[in-house]
C-alpha cells in the first residue's frame, strides 16, 4: 500500500517522465541535431530518474551509488555532446542562398524595413536610410565574404545595422575575423556581435561603442556598503536566534557569536572574491556585491551586474560558476569537517528531522555520522551548521533563473532561449512551493523584482562553452537540487534518516 511519501515519490517521477516526453515531441521535427539534443536532456536527468524509481520501489541508494550515477551520466553527456557538435558543424556549411529580390516577402507594418546588401560601389537607397552613415555602411559591407559570413539583407536596428545571411565557417573563426577586419576599417567606433535571431538563424548585428552597459553610479557604491553593513547585523541577529538570544538586546554575548557569523561572511567574500578574480583575468567590469540580508540565515547572497560587453558565452560561465564553485567548496569542507568533529556535547543538538531538509546534507550525514541519526536528536559542532547554510546560500543562487549565477549559467551553456525558459520553471517552482514555504515566495519575488532579466548577449552569442564547462555546469545544478530537494519521510526512513 503507497504512502504519502511514495505518492509524492513517484508524482516526481511522472513529472520527469512527462518532461521528457514533451521535450522528445518537441526536438523530433528537428531530426538528428534535435534528437541529440534531448538525448543530453536524458543524460541530465538519468540519476533522478533511476534514483526515484527505486526510491518508489522500496529501493534506496546511498551516497556512493548516487555519485556514481552522476559521473556516468556527466560523462554520457558529454559523449552525446561531442557528437552534436560534430553533426551541427557538418550543418554549419551552406551553400549561400542567392539574393532574389522578387521573392522577397513584404514587410509586415510593425517590422523595420529591410535593405538588400547592394555592392560596395553602388550609392544606398535614399528611400531606406539606416541609422550608420552611408559611409559606415559601406565600409561594414565590405568585412564579410564567401569564407566568414555571406550577407544577404541589411535591416536598420537602433544606432546600428543588423546583416542577415549564411555562416560561412564556425563561429568563433568567424568573429574573430569579422571584428578585426571591421576594427582595422573603422577603429573602436563600433562593435560587432554575432548572434542568433529569433528563427535561430545566425546573424551579424554592428552598433556604435555608446550601447555600453553603464558602471555602478557613486550612489549604488553607497548603496551597497549599507547592504553589507545591514548584512553584518542580520548575520549576528541570525547567529544570536542560533543561540537562543536575541543579539541587539544583548550586544555584550558578542563574543558567543563571533566564530560562527565570521565563518558565514568568510564563504560569502570568498564567493564574490572568486567573481572579481575570473572577471578581472578576462579583463571585465564586474560590479560590486549588494547582498540581500535576511533574519533566516543571515543573508541570502548578494547579486552583481556585469559593466562591460562580454566576449562570448565562456567568459560568462567561467565568472558565474566562479562564485559558487569557490562559496560552494567551502561551505562543504566547513560541512563534512564539522561532521567528523561532532561529538555528544556539541554546542548544537538538532532533530534529526532536521537532516530530512536536504538529500545532499543528509546523505552526507548519514555516511559520517551512521546511527546517530537513528536517535532523536543528535549533537553536532558549529561548524556543520557554518558549512550547511553556506550550501543553502551558494544554492538558492545556484537557481537557473534570470541574472542568478545558476541563470547564467544556464545561459552559458544552452542559450538565451532556454535560459528565458529555465526562468519561467523556475518561477512556476516558486509560486508552487510557496504554498508550503514563505521563503519560496521571497526568492520569487526577488527574482522578479531584482534579476529577472537575462545578460546581454555576448560579442560572440554562436560559440557554446566546451564540454568541460557544460559538465561543470551540470555537476553545479545538480549538487542545487540535491541542496534543495528535502527528502520525503519514506525516503529518509528506507535511508535510515530519523526515528
Known sequence: MFTASDNTTVLVLFVALGILGWGYYRAKPYGKLGLLSWLQSVALM????LFF???????????????????????????????????????AVSPPEPLDKSSS????PHQAPSVPVTPVSAPVSPLQPVPLSP?????????????TFFAIETIPYEDGVIFKGNLRSDPDTAYQQLSTKLQQRVGDRLRLFLVENPDEKPVVIVLPRTNEPTTTSIAQRVLAIILFIVTIGTT???VGLLLGFDFFENLNRYPDILPIAIGLLTILIVHEIAHQVIAKRYQVKFSWPFFIPTIQIGTFGAFNRFESVLPNRTVLFDVAFAG???????????????LFLSHPGSLFKVPTEFFQGSVLVGLLSRAILGAQLQQT???????????????VITALNLMPAGQLDGGRIMQAIYGRKIAGRS???????????????????????VILILQRNLERPSLNELTEPNDRRAALGLLVLFLMLAILFPLTPGLAKGLGIGT
Open 46 to 49: 538519468s540519476p533522478w530518474l
Open 53 to 91: 524509481t527505486l526510491a518508489a520501489l522500496g529501493i534506496y541508494l546511498n551516497l556512493a551509488s548516487i555519485l556514481f550515477l552522476f559521473v556516468a551520466s556527466t560523462g554520457l553527456y558529454i559523449m552525446i555532446g561531442r557528437k552534436l557538435r560534430e553533426v551541427a558543424n557538418q550543418d
Open 105 to 108: 516577402q513584404p514587410e509586415t
Open 135 to 147: 559611409e559606415d555602411l559601406k565600409t561594414i559591407q565590405g568585412i564579410f565574404g564567401i569564407d
Open 236 to 238: 549576528f541577529e541570525a
Open 324 to 338: 559558487p564553485a569557490a562559496g560552494g567548496l567551502l561551505s562543504l569542507l566547513m560541512l563534512m569537517s564539522g
Open 377 to 391: 536528536s543528535v549533537d553536532i559542532s558549529p561548524l556543520a551548521l557554518i558549512g550547511w547554510f553556506g550550501l
Open 423 to 445: 526562468t519561467l520553471a523556475t518561477f512556476i517552482v516558486l509560486a508552487i512551493a510557496s504554498l508550503a514555504n514563505p521563503l519560496a515566495l521571497y526568492w520569487a519575488l
